[in-house]
C-alpha cells in the first residue's frame, strides 16, 4: 500500500537546502552534530549489534545488513554504517544535500546509494531494510503520524527503528534554540520551531501509532565542562533517542 505524501515541510526543507555545503565542515553549521555524532552512532551501532547478535570487533559486523538513513544530510551517519558492511540507502529530500554526499562518500571511497527521495516515497515504492535511522528529522516534518507510519512500512519485520529528536520543554527552549542558535550560533536563527519538538511520551505513543514496539530510550546529554556528549539512561530532558522493532 503507497503511503500518502504529506509530511515534508518545504520550508524546513529550504533551510537545510541553503546549509547543504557545509555538512562537512567540523566548525560549520553543522558543528553540533559533528560534536553529537560518535555518541549518536555508540548507541545505533550497539542498539543494532544487540538485535542481529553482530560483533562490533568484528571486520564487517553490519555485512548483510539492509539500513536507511532517512534524512541523511550530507552522510555523517551514512559512511560510519558503510564502513561497517551495510548496505546503506542515504534519502534526503533537500536536493541539494545529494551531490555533496555523493561526492564525500567517493572520496572516501565508500558505495553508498543516495537519493533524492522521502520516506513515503520508499514505502510506496515496496523497499524494505532491516534498520532505518531516523535522526533528528521528526522535528522537521509536518505530519509525524504519517511520517513514522512510512518508516514503519520500510522496516522488515524484526528490523529495528532508531529516532532522535528534541524533548519540547524550558530547557530544550533555552538550550536548542537559545543557545544554539543565538548565543553560541552553532545554528543559523530559525533552524528549530519549539512548538514542533515532542516529549519522549508524545513520541513513544506516536511510534506505537504507528505499529511499532518501543524498547528503549536514551538521553543525549551534553557538557559544557568537558565540551562532550555522553548518554544518559534518565536525563531525556533536551535530546533523546528511541529504539523501536517492527514485530515479526
Not at 107 to 113: K, R, T
Request: proline share 6%.
Amino acid at each position: 500500500m503507497q503511503a500518502a505524501q504529506t509530511t515534508i515541510d518545504a520550508g524546513e526543507v529550504a533551510k537545510f537546502e541553503a546549509m547543504a555545503a557545509e555538512w562537512w565542515d567540523p566548525n560549520g553549521k553543522f558543528k553540533p552534530l559533528h560534536m553529537l555524532n560518535p555518541c549518536r552512532l555508540d548507541y545505533i551501532t550497539s542498539q543494532i549489534a544487540a538485535e542481529f547478535d553482530r560483533d562490533l570487533n568484528a571486520t564487517s559486523p553490519f555485512e548483510g545488513l539492509r539500513i536507511l538513513d532517512i534524512g541523511c544530510g550530507g552522510g555523517l551517519l551514512s559512511e560510519p554504517m558503510a564502513r561497517l558492511g551495510a548496505e546503506v540507502v542515504g534519502a534526503d529530500a533537500a536536493e541539494r544535500n545529494i551531490p555533496v554526499a555523493q561526492i564525500h562518500a567517493e572520496q572516501s571511497g565508500l558505495s553508498i546509494d543516495y537519493r533524492h527521495t522521502t520516506a513515503e516515497a520508499l514505502a510506496g515504492a515496496g523497499e524494505q531494510f532491516d534498520a532505518v535511522l531516523n535522526m533528528e528529522v521528526v522535528e522537521h516534518v509536518s505530519d509525524p503520524l504519517a511520517y513514522l507510519t512510512a518508516c514503519q512500512q520500510l522496516l522488515k519485520p524484526g528490523g529495528i527503528h532508531i529516532c532522535s529528536t528534541i524533548n519540547r520543554n524550558p530547557k530544550s527552549f533555552a538550550m536548542a534554540i537559545v543557545g544554539a542558535e543565538y548565543v553560541m550560533r552553532w545554528l543559523p536563527k530559525g533552524t528549530h520551531e519549539w512548538s514542533k519538538f515532542i516529549t519522549p511520551d508524545e513520541l513513544y505513543k506516536l511510534i506505537e501509532q504507528a505499529g511499532l514496539s518501543p524498547v528503549d530510550r536514551k538521553g543525549f546529554v551534553f557538557n559544557p565542562v568537558t565540551w562532550s556528549w555522553s548518554l544518559s539512561d534518565r536525563d531525556l530532558s533536551v535530546n533523546y533517542v528511541t529504539a523501536s522493532l517492527k514485530p515479526a
